[in-house]
């Protein structure tokens, strides 16, 4: 059911405008680079791209500032994220308006997005007088065996389009209270949002009085993000996007001793057993697998039912899809907005294909809306013959692969049988099948679920997935150490010299 009264792209324009001028941004007007809106499909700006040489110096800004900061006290690097969390509570509907504009997600979603940044924002304060390292026991008499976690130096950031602004807070707000600098080279697909969320933090800068140059955005195109990767003052990169771009962002990191933090591709499933609750396993998968237009790194992508209860969970699956209200995501009621691109429409098409042809059959949705200027598809249930190499691939738009199983064992191997690990869930009753998912034989992904979809995970848990995924962590939990270096300290306190391991030397 699209609705069909689009807001046009002048209306996109002042929205846009009117969300900028209150939070206080003005934009770099250009001819480089070009903000978008994914409903209408149309642009809104030209802006004025950072150079190469300006990005160089941006670097040795950072790492300027990050001299100062690494021994500013953590709980007064606390205080700037804290600020930053009170402007963002300010401006939440400011941010998601410029979210929606550019990402093309739904109001709640938008909301939720920046609900998202606050709640990392308290969390990082909280962990700005916790950054504990342990006290170990020695082996030799009068001495004291300890580690020290010190802040790292510059961090880049890489982030996507479809957080475009969450992924950078929890990479930042956590780096900030870590003592390092962060230079953040954001999608560019989404110009506005980061030239927002970098001001809010700019204006937080000014106010608690930190270094200036603390955080650096550089707008740019792909140039500049490899500059930013191969820069050797840059200790660690944390990116966000496809497996493609890992592959490359990784080993070149990596040739020059770096560190990465990896956050790829995901190609997540849900299995539905005979005893799951059905009402709630229909909820939780049309959210997970429709949901943000099935553009989350978190999409549920494929599910494994059940023989016995395949028929009637997917019969009742297409009838939902069938009533998904698809359209405007700024109209109240729309559940699914706009995909970012034409492309990405092209990919999913492609994707129906060659499903059909491995002899998947579209049960629900698969078409795209004629006449809409944006790339508006109608979400898509398939069912699979078997796990093809189409199924056992990311593709960036809602579409559902639905497999069936008998045995258990057989779940967990179709599960697993795919490069990709981050994010499961199952759909039981059952507490031994429940505790089976979770056990080391189970789920081989970084996140894993009982009763509940696959996407939005909370900031308080590490966030993240194994295999082609990347393996890095981010957000909660204890994923800060990876933005933190760690020192062993050995304090001999005696007036002995004790070698350890009982060697004797001089004595
Ligand atoms: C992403 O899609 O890149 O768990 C991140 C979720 C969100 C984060 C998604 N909290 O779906």
């Known amino acids: 059911e699209p609705a069909s009264n689009l807001p ?12 900028l001028d209150r939070i206080g941004v003005s934009v770099p007007e250009g001819d480089d680079l070009h903000a978008r809106s994914p409903i209408t499909g149309e642009r809104l700006f030209g802006l004025r791209a950072t150079t190469a040489e300006q990005a160089r110096e941006a670097i040795g800004q950072a790492a300027e500032a990050f001299r100062t900061w690494r021994v500013t006290p953590p709980p007064a690097r606390g205080d700037l994220v804290r600020t930053l969390g009170e402007l963002l509570r300010a401006h939440k509907s400011d941010l998601a308006d410029l979210i929606t504009v550019e990402a093309g997600k739904i109001r709640s979603e938008a ?10 924002c308290e969390f990082a304060v909280g962990l700005s007088r916790q950054l504990y390292g342990r006290t170990i026991a020695s082996e030799r008499p009068g001495h004291r065996l300890a580690e020290t976690w010190h802040p790292l130096g510059v961090v880049g950031v890489i982030s996507a389009f479809n957080f475009p602004a969450a992924v950078w807070s929890w990479n930042t707000a956590v780096a ?9 080279k954001p999608s560019e697909l989404t110009p506005l949002v980061s030239l927002a969320a970098g001001h809010l933090l700019d204006r937080a800068i000014e106010q608690t009085r930190a270094p200036r140059e603390l955080h650096r955005l550089l707008l740019a195109g792909r140039d500049v993000g490899e500059q930013l990767v191969d820069d050797p003052r840059v200790a660690l990169i944390s990116a966000t996007g496809s497996t493609r771009m890992g592959r490359e962002v990784g080993p070149r990191v990596a040739a020059r001793f770096g560190r990465v933090l ?12 005979p005893s799951a609750d059905l009402d709630l396993a229909l909820q939780g998968i049309v959210f997970a697998a429709a949901g943000t237009a099935g553009q989350r790194c978190t999409t549920l992508r494929r599910l494994i039912v059940h023989r016995d209860i395949a028929d009637q969970l997917v019969e009742r699956l297409a009838g939902v899809y069938g009533r998904l209200p698809i359209g405007d995501p700024f109209a109240d009621g729309t559940l699914v907005g706009p995909l970012i691109s034409d492309a990405a429409a ?4 492609a994707a129906l294909e060659r499903a059909q042809a491995d002899g998947g059959k579209i049960v629900a949705g ?32 809602p579409i559902l692969y639905v497999l069936t199983y008998d045995t258990f064992e057989e779940a967990v191997a179709l599960h697993n049988d795919v490069p990709q690990g981050l994010s499961s869930s199952i759909f039981t009753r059952d507490q031994q099948e429940a505790e089976r998912f979770l056990a080391a034989d189970g789920s081989d992904c970084g996140i894993a679920n009982v009763n509940i979809g696959t996407s939005g995970a909370e900031i308080g848990g590490a966030f993240g997935g194994e295999k082609e995924t990347g393996g890095g962590r981010e957000s909660g939990s204890d994923a800060w150490r990876a933005y933190m270096r760690r020192a062993t300290n050995t304090v001999n306190y005696s007036s002995a010299l004790a070698l350890a391991q009982n060697v004797s030397f001089l004595s």
Do not use: H, K, S
Not at 370 to 382: C, F, K, S, T
Not at 383 to 388: D, I, K, L, N
């Open 262 to 273: 990896l956050e790829l591709g995901g190609n997540n499933a849900t299995v539905v057993a």
């Open 346 to 349: 092209d990919a999913m098409a």
């Open 8 to 19: 046009t792209t002048p209306q996109l324009r002042d929205r846009a405008r009117a969300a």
């Open 111 to 120: 909301l939720g997005e920046v609900q998202e940044m606050i709640d990392i």
């Open 366 to 397: 698969g078409r795209r809306l004629d006449g809409l200027g944006g790339a508006y598809v109608e979400p898509a249930i398939v069912r699979m013959p078997r796990q093809t190499a189409i199924v056992r691939e990311e593709t960036f738009a």
């Open 176 to 184: 900030l209270v870590c003592g390092d600098a962060v230079v953040w």
